[in-house]
């Protein structure tokens, strides 16, 4: 009798004690501080725990899927230390992490996803595998540690729905002025994919270096690559090279667009080969960061055969829809000149089927609704290209350039267009920007980094972080969603992070940084 009361009593504490080990943590998903803001979360004040046991499904069927939960495994294991395994089923289980692509949703478009967290499971879906990589970079910013002394890690229950308000979210990078080998533009990749960036603009040539290896006209990298601002010793990316940042950029849903700047912001290419400019006066090798002084002469046969061989070599390596002809500050290229040019460039870019993209300048030669124009300077422009039909991506260099200074103070950077602290990179909305240039006419947004005064990564990090996070936003969230005075407290949440990351960003004093 005693006995078995003493066994009643003993499984009873045991029980209880099982209970009380696996009952879900409670948190607030709401209180996730999350960047870019989704359109819709509902928090339900509980968790999901991950653990050594857990695991990534995945439904059968898809490469990309299968990528996406690998890329989501070496993440969480980067925030937890703790390895996911991944396994493909043909269904949703009822324990662990699911990613699945089912076009029920039409709402959520080609990038948009459904996160639902429970206690058992955690279910990602959305129409399309870029759709479920955007939810991805969702769940690598909701994991956190339970508390600060506990070693447990959670992510907070409910629901997420969540889409871009533009479908071209980019960053460029100037690999001309300053060269960049290839880790350095994988790491870029990375950072700008987590805040759910999906193109990177790569400007591949200028008067100071051609960067990328053209085999029909092979002196373009070996001289035109050989130096660049500063006389340090350049670079440049073999085709095979550029292939592989395609393919790493694609496998996180980014798109390359390459630019090739024509028809002024060509020295380079003419110290290469002289008759590129008609060879009126020889172009000697140029180390310094004046723009506007160079042209081809666009009334030769040899240049079109040039740019023919160029974009042909350059769209065979492209996989995404897109080539930047450049067409910005060709200051002594005359109007109509300049216009015939851009004319039959486009014609180009078209027959090797890309879409054209331009600095705005572009306006001025005959574009249409296949076209894009990229406002950086002039507002007449881009409503010019608008006029025509094009579609215009925005890059204002008053609020997007990542190379403008923070303040009067900042060790590298430029000022000519404006000094740009972190809330005038958030406060602007690019449907309200310019009279007569309205959501439907925008294909999205775009951050540049010139990079005359930028040399190493830290320096790109400190004038990249924290700006290309508020486009980011920009970029994605719905206007209404969009408050600075909010907006920098979630920010503030999001310093540990970039340290986590190794990103050196600058520590605005607007900003209530965490530590
Ligand atoms: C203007 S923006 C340029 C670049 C410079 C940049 C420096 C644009 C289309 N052209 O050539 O690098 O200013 O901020």
Request: proline share 4%.
């Given at each position: 009798m005693k006995k078995n009361v003493l066994l009643v009593l003993i499984t009873g504490v045991m029980m209880q004690f099982s209970v009380s080990c696996t009952k879900p943590i409670p948190a607030d998903l709401s209180k996730v501080s999350l960047i870019p803001i989704p359109v819709t979360v509902k928090a339900t004040g509980s968790s999901f725990q991950i653990s050594e046991a857990t695991t990534i499904y995945v439904q059968e069927g898809s490469d990309e899927l299968q990528q996406t939960a690998s890329l989501l495994a070496e993440q969480i294991s980067t925030i937890t230390s703790i390895k996911l395994k991944t396994e493909v089923v043909p269904q949703s289980p009822a324990k662990g992490i699911y990613l699945s692509v089912d076009a029920a949703n039409k709402q959520l478009g080609e990038e948009g996803y459904e996160l639902n967290i429970t206690d058992d499971l955690v279910t990602l879906k959305a129409n399309q595998?870029?759709?479920?990589?955007?939810?991805?970079?969702?769940?690598?910013?909701?994991?956190?540690?339970?508390?600060?002394?506990?070693?447990?890690?959670?992510?907070?229950?409910?629901?997420?729905?969540?889409?871009?308000?533009?479908g071209y979210r980019g960053a460029m990078l100037d690999v001309s002025r300053h060269f960049f080998g290839v880790d350095v533009v994988k790491r870029f990749i990375d950072q700008m994919a987590a805040y759910k960036i999906n193109a990177l603009h790569l400007h591949l040539t200028d008067d100071q270096g051609w960067r990328i290896e053209i085999k029909s006209w092979p002196k373009l990298t070996t001289?035109?690559?050989?130096?660049?601002?500063?006389?340090?010793?350049?670079?440049?990316?073999?085709q095979e090279q550029y292939k592989?940042?395609?393919?790493?950029?694609?496998?996180?849903?980014?798109?390359?667009?390459?630019e090739i700047d024509m028809p002024g912001h060509t020295n380079a290419a003419s110290v290469a080969y002289p008759e590129l400019n008609g060879a009126k006066k020889k172009a000697e090798i140029y180390t310094g960061t004046k723009v506007g002084f160079?042209?081809?002469?666009?009334?030769?046969?040899?240049?079109?055969?040039?740019?023919?061989?160029?974009?042909?070599?350059?769209?065979?390596?492209?996989?995404?829809?897109?080539?930047?002809?450049?067409?910005?500050?060709?200051?002594?290229?005359?109007?109509?000149?300049?216009?015939y040019f851009i004319n039959r460039t486009r014609d180009i870019v078209k027959k090797y089927n890309k879409v054209m993209i331009g600095w705005d300048e572009i306006a001025h030669a005959d574009i249409d609704s296949k076209d894009i124009v990229q406002y950086w300077a002039k507002g007449e422009n881009a409503l010019l290209g608008v006029e025509k039909g094009a579609k215009v991506l925005m890059?204002?260099?008053?609020?997007?350039?990542?190379?403008?200074?923070?303040?009067?103070?900042?060790?590298?950077?430029?000022?000519?267009?404006?000094?740009?602290?972190?809330?005038?990179a958030y406060t602007w909305d690019p449907a309200k920007l310019e009279k007569g240039i309205a959501k439907e006419n925008i294909l999205g947004v775009e951050s540049?980094?010139?990079?005359?005064?930028?040399?190493?990564?830290?320096?790109?990090?400190?004038?990249?972080?924290?700006?290309?996070?508020?486009?980011?936003?920009?970029?994605?969230?719905?206007?209404?969603?969009?408050?600075w005075e909010e907006y920098k407290l979630r920010l503030a949440k999001h310093g540990p992070r970039l340290k986590a990351m190794g990103v050196n960003f600058y520590e605005s004093a607007l900003v209530p940084w965490e530590k």
């Amino acid at each position: 009798m005693k006995k078995n009361v003493l066994l009643v009593l003993i499984t009873g504490v045991m029980m209880q004690f099982s209970v009380s080990c696996t009952k879900p943590i409670p948190a607030d998903l709401s209180k996730v501080s999350l960047i870019p803001i989704p359109v819709t979360v509902k928090a339900t004040g509980s968790s999901f725990q991950i653990s050594e046991a857990t695991t990534i499904y995945v439904q059968e069927g898809s490469d990309e899927l299968q990528q996406t939960a690998s890329l989501l495994a070496e993440q969480i294991s980067t925030i937890t230390s703790i390895k996911l395994k991944t396994e493909v089923v043909p269904q949703s289980p009822a324990k662990g992490i699911y990613l699945s692509v089912d076009a029920a949703n039409k709402q959520l478009g080609e990038e948009g996803y459904e996160l639902n967290i429970t206690d058992d499971l955690v279910t990602l879906k959305a129409n399309q595998a870029a759709g479920v990589f955007m939810g991805t970079q969702t769940i690598a910013q909701i994991i956190e540690k339970a508390g600060d002394t506990q070693k447990t890690w959670i992510m907070a229950s409910g629901n997420i729905i969540d889409y871009p308000e533009y479908g071209y979210r980019g960053a460029m990078l100037d690999v001309s002025r300053h060269f960049f080998g290839v880790d350095v533009v994988k790491r870029f990749i990375d950072q700008m994919a987590a805040y759910k960036i999906n193109a990177l603009h790569l400007h591949l040539t200028d008067d100071q270096g051609w960067r990328i290896e053209i085999k029909s006209w092979p002196k373009l990298t070996t001289i035109g690559g050989s130096t660049e601002v500063g006389g340090g010793e350049g670079g440049f990316y073999t085709q095979e090279q550029y292939k592989e940042i395609v393919q790493y950029a694609k496998a996180r849903f980014v798109t390359i667009v390459p630019e090739i700047d024509m028809p002024g912001h060509t020295n380079a290419a003419s110290v290469a080969y002289p008759e590129l400019n008609g060879a009126k006066k020889k172009a000697e090798i140029y180390t310094g960061t004046k723009v506007g002084f160079s042209t081809f002469d666009t009334r030769q046969e040899v240049t079109y055969q040039f740019v023919e061989d160029v974009i042909r070599e350059l769209a065979e390596i492209t996989e995404g829809p897109y080539i930047h002809i450049g067409g910005d500050e060709s200051h002594v290229t005359k109007e109509d000149d300049y216009v015939y040019f851009i004319n039959r460039t486009r014609d180009i870019v078209k027959k090797y089927n890309k879409v054209m993209i331009g600095w705005d300048e572009i306006a001025h030669a005959d574009i249409d609704s296949k076209d894009i124009v990229q406002y950086w300077a002039k507002g007449e422009n881009a409503l010019l290209g608008v006029e025509k039909g094009a579609k215009v991506l925005m890059s204002p260099a008053k609020r997007t350039y990542l190379d403008m200074k923070y303040d009067s103070t900042t060790h590298i950077g430029l000022a000519w267009a404006a000094l740009i602290e972190v809330d005038a990179a958030y406060t602007w909305d690019p449907a309200k920007l310019e009279k007569g240039i309205a959501k439907e006419n925008i294909l999205g947004v775009e951050s540049p980094l010139w990079t005359e005064t930028v040399t190493t990564v830290d320096d790109i990090d400190y004038l990249v972080f924290p700006r290309i996070i508020c486009h980011a936003e920009i970029g994605w969230s719905p206007a209404s969603h969009r408050n600075w005075e909010e907006y920098k407290l979630r920010l503030a949440k999001h310093g540990p992070r970039l340290k986590a990351m190794g990103v050196n960003f600058y520590e605005s004093a607007l900003v209530p940084w965490e530590k």
